[in-house]
């Protein structure tokens, strides 16, 4: 049994463990029995009493000034104080953004997720900074502040996904600056999200994808880095990956000797590390071969790289789409949006992978393979996909409508055609002049 040494009322006991600790024992303000651990600075034990005497004065100082407060309001306010009710941090809302990257509590968002982020928290501030310009720390930062806040971007007519995105970034910076400190409460938790109706990307059918990609053989249309953006496109139509995994695609990637493309999608690689592996078509094979001609660091399509990175890739895209005669973005009737929704655009191609492969009966395990998934339970139930049932997925893609004359298998059936053609003319008696115009043309 410890020893007890018996202290002023009030003061609580401290005894020695048998381990040779000091610990100080007292009850607190809801009248339960505590026992704490007396340390020293460096974080280690206390193994002297007279240092033991020390410490729990120190750990006893507030409790302490609760009970022997001068009035009962002030014993009141302590008592708030004490139990978590009135808070003391005092977190400057201009260091709150430094403080919610150092947390270690915080999700690891990637660096795209973490400039969202930023972007929101400083807009709010600008906007507090504006109506509210006595609002320097967070505690200032009421829960009708931030219902104000939310009336007023929803009023410059954002859709519901973007005002659940600023929710998202609000509530998160402020809950997890909360948790790790003495702050009060949370105001963004009582923001309600908004319902949202999300348009997706419209897929294509086989000649509409034929329509973008024979746009490329047009003498009549110009754009900068032409063929590079050409063999993006086809990636796109016969891999089905996203626009950043083909515009910042690696020569690294490509298995020629395999005839495989083997990548990991930047969308999942923080999460799932998912690795996908697409048989190469023959018609991007085709398109891979010229690439060899422009070859000048890791990027397969080097200055659609740095398009992508300063942001321009995305723009020809919607070039590309609206000089093919589509309609990329439109009003939606009945849903609040401050810009048109887009209708067609490079993630079409990624429905359209998908669709294609579906009418023709691939499994859909397989192709949840090649395209990835973002769950890693069903990414990790089709990792044992074989390369020839991913292979004969890929062949069931169709080739170009039109191809080129040059193209044995298609010169073949246009000759044989041509031949049945003649044939039925030569059976018959009474030629028009249209079928003699025919007839002379063909042979």
């Known amino acids: 049994m410890p020893k007890y040494q018996r ?7 401290v005894f020695k463990r048998p381990n040779g600790h000091y610990c100080v024992q007292y009850k607190n303000l809801d009248g339960k029995l505590k026992t704490v651990t007396l340390k020293d600075e460096k974080g280690l034990p206390v193994t002297s009493k007279v240092k033991a005497e020390e410490y729990a004065s120190k750990e006893l100082e507030d409790y302490f000034k609760i009970l022997h407060a001068d009035t009962k309001e002030k014993h009141a ?26 947390n270690t509590s915080r999700p690891d968002s990637s660096e795209g997720t973490l400039g969202n982020h930023k972007c929101h928290w400083d807009k709010f501030l600008s906007w507090l900074n504006g109506t509210h310009p ?3 720390i967070l505690d200032d930062v009421t829960g009708d502040m931030a219902s104000e806040y939310f009336e007023y971007l929803w009023g410059t007519k954002v859709s519901a996904g973007t005002f659940n995105y600023y929710r998202i970034s609000l509530n998160l910076i402020c809950k997890t600056l909360v948790k790790s400190s003495s702050s009060g409460s949370n105001p963004f938790a009582c923001i309600t999200k908004k319902a949202d109706s999300q348009q997706s990307r419209s897929e294509l059918t086989e000649s509409e994808v034929m329509k973008v ?47 495989l493309i083997t990548t990991r ?30 070859r000048k660091n890791d ?9 992508y990175n300063a942001a321009l890739t995305s723009d020809d895209v919607t070039t590309i789409f609206q000089a093919a005669g589509f309609e990329t973005s439109k009003a939606l009737p009945n849903v609040q949006r401050k810009l048109k929704a887009c209708i067609y655009g490079f993630h079409s191609f990624r429905h359209t992978f998908v ?3 579906a009418k023709n009966n691939v499994p859909l395990p397989i192709v949840q393979a090649i395209v990835g998934h973002n769950n890693p339970a069903i990414t990790r139930h089709y990792i044992h996909m074989g390369e020839e049932n991913l292979k004969q997925a890929i062949k069931t893609l169709p080739g170009p409508v039109n191809s080129s004359i040059s193209d044995q298998d298609s010169l073949h059936v246009m000759k044989a055609k041509i031949a049945q053609v003649l044939e039925l003319l030569a059976g018959k008696h009474d030629l028009t002049e249209r079928e003699k115009h025919i007839q002379k043309v063909l042979r």
């Open 299 to 307: 990027y397969l399509l080097p200055d659609v790289a740095d398009r």
């Open 77 to 102: 306010a302590q008592v708030a104080e004490y139990r978590g009710i009135i808070k003391k941090a005092n977190l400057k809302l201009s260091d709150c953004w430094e403080l919610f990257l150092k």
């Open 213 to 259: 990609l024979n746009l490329f053989s047009s003498s009549d249309f110009r754009i900068d880095h032409k063929e590079q953006l050409e063999v993006m496109f086809y990636l796109g139509v016969y891999t089905g990956l996203r626009l950043i995994d083909c515009a910042l695609m690696e020569h690294k990637s490509i298995n020629y000797e395999r005839n």
């Open 265 to 294: 999608p930047r969308k999942t690689e923080r999460t799932t590390q998912t690795i996908v592996s697409i048989p190469i078509h023959p018609e991007l094979l085709r398109m891979l071969n010229k690439a060899s001609a422009w």
């Open 7 to 13: 202290r002023a009322k009030g003061g609580g006991s």
């Open 355 to 357: 669709s294609i492969c």
């Open 134 to 136: 006595k609002c320097k």
